[in-house]
């Protein structure tokens, strides 16, 4: 499988701290997704991230994928309350089936 | 951008009943997901649509699960009989390219007594 999976399961911080989630996954990837969900609602995608590509930045988020270890990490900067949710990861295959496929998820919980 | 629809928001019933399930894509978008999330197995995908047509449905859990897309701007997932174990958040999304990003609905919290 080219699940993503991600690392930690949970994780509990403060307000104005740097937040920092990983992916690992399998087989080779056309590209990798970050989704954020907030409760009780849908998946929000967040960032996109080619094969081919190092680094990305959208605002407080950056992202990284390292392709040789099969990983990505997602880091918020300057993490707010609101930014309490859950990421996932989605890993698109380059062989077969083009589909993004999603891992488990970490919960992220942002203390005022 | 009206966003992916989904009805009902919630639905709760009795076990043995037929259950439906509605998605109205973005306008324009050629796939269509359903999906469904349990703290258990976490975001699973059912079924999906390429231009009203189904493509892989390996991951429907049984025959009691059927999906259908009539045309462009509607789909359902129907369960019949309903079990308690198919209580599960269930989602529908779409995108215009089966490797970019999928625009998600709110889900239908199903709860089966």
């Known amino acids: 499988s080219q699940q993503g999976e991600e690392d930690p399961q949970a994780l509990s911080i403060q307000e104005g701290e740097n937040a920092t989630m990983n992916c690992s996954y399998k087989?080779?990837?056309?590209?990798l997704q970050w989704y954020r969900q907030n409760s009780g609602r849908g998946l929000v995608h967040l960032i996109l991230i080619r094969s081919n590509e190092r680094e990305k930045h959208s605002g407080r988020l950056r992202v990284t994928l390292d392709t040789s270890k099969k990983s990505s990490s997602l880091l918020i900067t300057a993490s707010r309350a609101a930014d309490t949710a859950s990421y996932f990861c989605?890993?698109?295959?380059?062989?077969?089936?083009?589909?993004?496929?999603f891992g488990r998820g970490t919960s992220l919980i942002v203390h005022p | 951008d009206a966003g992916v629809i989904q009805s009902p928001r919630h639905e709760v019933t009795e076990m043995g009943q037929e259950v439906t399930l509605r998605c109205k894509p973005i306008s324009g978008h050629d796939y269509l997901f359903w999906y469904r999330q349990t703290m258990m197995r976490g975001l699973e995908l059912l079924i999906y649509?390429?231009?009203?047509?189904?493509?892989?449905d390996s991951g429907m859990p049984e025959d009691r699960f059927s999906a259908k897309m009539p045309n462009a701007s509607f789909s359902t997932l129907k369960i019949q009989p309903s079990e308690p174990r198919d209580s599960a958040v269930y989602f529908c999304a779409s995108t215009g390219n089966r490797d970019q990003p999928q625009h998600f609905g709110d889900g239908t919290r199903l709860s089966i007594l």
């Open positions: 649509f390429n231009n009203n047509v189904p493509i892989d």
């Open positions: 989605a890993t698109g295959g380059m062989v077969g089936s083009y589909i993004p496929t």
């Open positions: 087989t080779s990837i056309n590209n």
